[in-house]
């Protein structure tokens, strides 16, 4: 029962390049979401979905794009890296009305 | 959304209960409350949730108050492995789908 993944695990690149974090739940769970949690801090929204094909913004969405082509994926993308998006990334599923679920999370330093 | 207000640290010592106590009191009436914990910075771990009765499962006992404006989650016996950060949330209903906001939530260290 692997649950959710998320891919890479940990990641460093440069200001400006783009980078996608991925993130694939085996249970099909309806719900996905996607949260970054600075150091010391609690974790904020950046975009969730709630079926394939449907995504909506969080408290935090700007320089991040996400699609949902399939209900077992929710890749993250941000298009051109900066500094202040240096963060853990945490991806959650959930089914409707039930529990979330939180990934490992993803390790993410721009230099 | 109903905010939630933890206290930034407790301690406890090993073997004892730990009390961890929220307010939300601008719940609304089909508002869930949450808790999660996250230690060191793994992934948050689901604990409990409750809507107005007491619950209690294998980790942890939720006490609600009547008016639901507050709530208490217990470790009834504490472990070194219990010591990360706890957090109180309301799982709220917008733009299609439920969402949880998280707080600063509340450093639990547990004491030898």
């Known amino acids: 029962d692997a649950g959710i993944t998320q891919s890479p695990r940990y990641k460093i690149t440069e200001t400006g390049r783009q980078v996608t974090l991925m993130c694939h739940q085996t249970w099909s769970h309806s719900y996905m979401f996607w949260y970054r949690q600075d150091l010391g801090h609690g974790l904020r929204l950046i975009y969730y979905?709630?079926?394939?094909?449907?995504?909506d913004k969080g408290e935090v969405p700007d320089g991040y794009v996400v699609s949902r082509s399939k209900t077992e994926n929710f890749p993250l993308t941000l298009e051109s890296a900066t500094r202040s998006q240096t963060s853990v990334y945490f991806c959650?599923?959930?089914?409707?009305?039930?529990?979330?679920?939180f990934g490992e999370g993803s390790w993410l330093t721009v230099v | 959304d109903a905010k939630t207000t933890q206290p930034t640290s407790m301690d406890c010592a090993e073997g004892r209960a730990a009390n961890l106590p929220c307010n939300h009191s601008t719940i609304s009436g089909n508002e869930y409350v949450y808790w999660y914990r996250q230690i060191h910075s793994q992934g948050p771990q689901y604990i409990i949730h409750?809507?107005?009765n007491n619950e209690t499962n294998e980790m942890a006992s939720l006490i609600i108050t009547e008016d639901r404006k507050s709530s208490t989650l217990i470790l009834p016996h504490a472990t070194l492995r219990d010591t990360a950060v706890y957090y109180c949330i309301v799982r709220f209903w917008m733009d299609s789908s439920y969402k949880l906001i998280f707080g600063s939530g509340t450093r639990l260290l547990v004491r030898p």
């Open positions: 979905s709630a079926a394939a094909d449907i995504t």
């Open positions: 409750g809507l107005k």
């Open positions: 959650a599923s959930s089914e409707s009305g039930n529990t979330i679920y």
